[in-house]
């Protein structure tokens, strides 16, 4: 569906008119909303997108902004009121151009996070942000294309798999993806392992590699949601990231403006995501699912483990080698499942003439005729990558040190805190712990026995990948410590919980 109207009951009395528009006159504001009711991505005089409301056509901008102030807004949430989508889109776009002050976005930031927002704030928020930059429309380059995000987790290298083997089964992948920060890592980050890899492109180039290869995986551009890049910014230094609203918003607003058709959002609960609990992963995944299908889009989400990290290998060199060894049929168990489920999900949202059972076969196919592999070696090349570096042995840039670690102990492995095994990664200096911060892409870690496993005291248990030998051992004790284990048999975690569409 792509009619949107943002006249709601409220407070306030409403008078719909012709054309799309409505007027909304509230006790203290008098406003114009413009409502438009066309497809999303459509463009109006204006240059802005219709996935977003602008400034009335009958009072005239400037009148509407003299009537609002930040201040009664942040009042309004921290007393656990509703903001309007007049209100909220005020707030948002005046923000973005800097009418607003950082001290004032973060206190209304503070005051989501603490009073949260209706299911129809979230999606008024995520409207305005995606509407604050370009939308982009990519169907002059391909028919339909499909996107898949994480939330986020450790040796989550899914993207790098799963992107290749979808596009080698003819759907199309194009994908604006992040960094990794604190314990969780990023995309990019893992690929700029990839000797020369390019991951900041134009929205021409982006387009024409989608058209050409059908596979790009590039950097968020600047002119998509910028909103939200600045909003995101503030709640990394302001306490206010672990907010559902926030995210939900935050993550949709750059998915919607990247103009993908279908989108697969991959939710982590556990130790190392951002959702601690299934009921939050739930909630997480629920409210995004809404507001992509509210726009049109074909939205589904998987909540997947991340209780343990995700493969063996954490650290970026070492997780880009995981995710080829997986197109080359040699991945660990448990990586290779979740990047079929995720990969099923994309097809069959990509192509609704698909079943699950047939887009498997399509994908096993796509696997072990190698066109899965070829198709990643068209992608990194096309992006600058030196896929020399990517045969088998490959010839990634190693870390100085690489010692195993023998178990301490016999028994069957209970447990791995996978935020444990995340911040040791980061402490070897594959992640960063602000936003900027140079990382090492060679370190990291390689995990030998996962939960369920049997070990004997003395097996090799971890690789540490190290630049220095005080950076080996404070990462061989925290890892150690993030094992526990037990004397009995252990039910590993399910890989997936369940599927929301
Ligand atoms: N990822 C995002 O893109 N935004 C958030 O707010 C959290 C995770």
Redesign the pocket.
């Known amino acids: 569906m792509g009619n949107w109207t943002f006249v709601r009951a409220v407070r306030v009395a409403c008078f719909p008119t012709g054309g799309g528009r409505a007027f909304l006159f509230s006790t203290r504001l008098c406003y114009t909303l413009v409502a438009y009711s066309d497809k999303p991505g459509a463009q109006h005089r204006d240059g802005l997108s219709s996935v977003g409301r602008r400034a009335p056509p009958v009072l005239g901008p400037l009148v509407w902004r003299r009537m609002m102030r930040a201040v009664d807004l942040i009042i309004k949430k921290r007393d656990g009121g509703i903001l309007s989508a007049a209100e909220i889109d005020y707030f948002c776009q005046s923000y973005t151009r800097g009418d607003i002050p950082d001290y004032q976005a973060a206190a209304w930031a503070m005051a989501v996070l603490l009073k949260g927002m209706t299911r129809q704030e979230t999606i008024d928020l995520t409207l305005s942000m995606a509407a604050s930059g370009e939308t982009l429309d990519l169907h002059d380059v391909a028919p339909v294309v499909v996107d898949k995000h994480s ?2 987790g450790v040796g989550d290298k899914t993207t790098i798999a799963v992107a290749p083997l979808v596009a080698a089964c003819g759907l199309p992948v194009g994908k604006m993806s ?1 960094r990794g920060l604190g314990f969780s890592g990023g995309t990019l980050d893992k690929l700029e392992a990839i000797p020369g890899y390019e991951t900041v492109l134009s929205i021409e180039q982006f387009k024409a590699q989608l058209g050409q290869v059908g596979v790009v995986v590039a950097g968020q551009s600047g002119d998509l949601a910028p909103a939200d890049a600045k909003l ?1 910014a503030l ?1 990394d230094v302001t306490g206010t ?1 672990p907010s559902l609203p ?2 939900a918003s ?2 949709m607003s ?1 998915k919607i403006a990247a103009g993908a058709d279908a989108i697969v959002l991959d939710v982590k609960t556990g130790t190392g995501a ?1 959702m601690k609990t299934l009921d939050e992963a739930r909630a997480l995944a629920r409210i995004m699912v809404d507001i992509g299908q509210g726009l049109g889009r074909q939205v589904s989400a998987v909540i997947s483990d991340m209780n343990q990290p995700l493969g063996r290998a954490v650290g970026n060199a070492l997780e880009v080698i995981e995710a080829v060894d997986t197109l080359r049929g040699k991945g660990p168990a448990d990586f290779c499942q979740h990047c079929m489920v995720v990969a099923e999900q994309m097809l069959v949202l990509g192509d609704p003439s698909l079943d699950l059972a047939s887009a498997r076969s399509l994908l096993r196919d796509a696997l072990e005729s190698g066109r899965a592999l070829d198709k990643l070696m068209a992608w990194i090349s096309a992006q600058g990558g030196d896929i020399t570096v990517l045969g088998d042995p490959p010839a990634l840039r190693r870390a100085p040190l690489v010692r195993s670690v023998p178990a301490p102990r016999s028994g069957i492995v209970r447990a791995i805190d996978a935020m444990e095994v995340g911040l040791a990664a980061v402490e070897l200096g594959a992640g960063r712990a602000r936003k900027g911060d140079p990382i090492d892409h060679s370190v990291g870690v390689v995990l030998h026995a996962k939960v369920g496993e049997e070990v004997r005291a003395g097996d090799p248990l971890l690789t540490i990948h190290a630049s220095d030998g005080d950076k080996l051992a404070a990462a061989r004790r925290r890892l150690l410590a993030a094992y526990a284990w037990s004397e009995g048999d252990v039910e590993p975690p399910p890989l997936v919980y369940e599927v929301i569409c």
Do not use: E, P
């Open positions: 939330t986020g992040g995101y709640r990231v926030l995210i935050s993550i750059k951002f």
